[in-house]
């Protein structure tokens, strides 16, 4: 018989709470549910307009948000809806198709942020 003073665990099928999105242990989430609520109280958001890359189109891009992807994709909703136009969220930055600046640094500002650009 195996001395019980020195056996160890080899292997072993329980895993413990596992996280639903992710698939990791729960206490060891990887996954951006877990980061929903870190969203911070002074936004600084930078404005931008591109050209380069888009066949001579114009894109407003709004960058320096939270890295929260249920926020930004809000955020993108609100302000196609404002601006009636269309747009997507890439690279942690809201796209706008057009040239509209001034509206968005409007909406951003009456929200309390900080707009640069």
Known sequence: ???RAHSR???STGTGRVCPGCGWPANNC???T???GTIPTRIVAKLRMEKKGRGGKTVTVVDGLPANAAFLKELSQELKRLCGTGG???DGAVELQGDLRDRVRECLTKKGWIVKG
């Open 30 to 32: 990887r996954c951006s």
């Open 9 to 11: 665990i080899v292997f």
């Open 34 to 36: 877990r980061a929903q």
């Open 1 to 3: 018989m195996a001395d």
């Open 88 to 90: 997507a969220v890439a």
